[in-house]
């Protein structure tokens, strides 16, 4: 199956500063969304963006398919942000598959 | 309704016994996905439903674990013979067809003592 490596596993930044959490895929995807799971365990979707860049607010994502990685901005932290950002994808043939997840801590 | 929505939302159940879990996804969604989650891992695919059928099930782990969606709504995993290892967050997902934006419910967090 497609290999994906989330980066990095784990992060640690003071509020206010900017990050970005990447996916790398090992073949072609065909959709991929990006979710945060909030401390309650609800995932939230942020982004479903097969290809191109999507800006929400504080944050914005982009997915160049050619190159298999997709990116996750995340401008001017807060403490609100943390938990864990996880990129999920599927290939047309199965269903959404998740990565291993980036844990954000934003401390005050 | 407006998002999806699960029940329950915990489950204490004791070893060997059935446990049944409900979701019922947004209204017009045509597809419905279960995800099993343990305890710092990412979601893991369990099945898949477009309209009543299961199109996909081949994360379902062993036979003890079971799934039906009769009319192309509600869903109900069903889980026999309960072994703590089950014990983890069932998540249900659904979208308005394969292959498009998934959204997901709160899940239920199953605890098999």
């Known amino acids: 199956g497609i290999q994906v490596e989330q980066s990095p596993p784990d992060l640690i930044l003071q509020e206010g500063a900017n990050s970005t959490l990447r996916c790398n895929f090992s073949?072609?995807?065909?959709?991929l969304q990006w979710f945060h799971q909030n401390p309650w365990g609800q995932l939230i979707n942020l982004f479903y963006?097969?290809?191109g860049t999507k800006q929400n607010g504080r944050l914005s994502a982009t997915t160049v398919a050619t190159e298999r990685y997709s990116l996750l901005y995340i401008s001017s932290s807060q403490t609100t942000d943390s938990g864990v950002y996880f990129c999920?994808?599927?290939?047309?043939?199965?269903?959404?598959?998740f990565g291993s997840g980036t844990r954000l801590q934003v401390q005050p | 309704g407006a998002g999806v929505s699960q029940t329950p939302s915990n489950k204490v159940t004791e070893k060997g016994k059935y446990v049944e879990l409900r979701c019922d996804p947004i209204?017009?969604?045509?597809?419905l996905y279960w995800y099993r989650q343990s305890l710092g891992q990412g979601p893991e695919f369990l099945i898949y439903?477009?309209?009543?059928?299961?199109?996909?099930d081949s994360g379902l782990p062993n036979d003890r674990f079971f799934a039906v969606r009769p009319e192309g709504s509600v869903s109900t995993l069903k889980i026999q013979r309960t072994e703590r290892g089950d014990s983890a967050v069932y998540l249900c997902?659904?979208?308005?067809?394969?292959?498009?934006?998934?959204?997901f419910g709160q899940g239920t967090r199953l605890t098999v003592v």
């Open positions: 999920a994808w599927d290939t047309g043939r199965r269903a959404l598959t």
């Open positions: 073949d072609s995807v065909n959709n």
């Open positions: 963006i097969p290809s």
């Open positions: 209204s017009g969604h045509t597809a």
């Open positions: 439903f477009q309209g009543t059928g299961a199109a996909d």
């Open positions: 997902a659904s979208s308005t067809n394969k292959n498009t934006e998934a959204f």
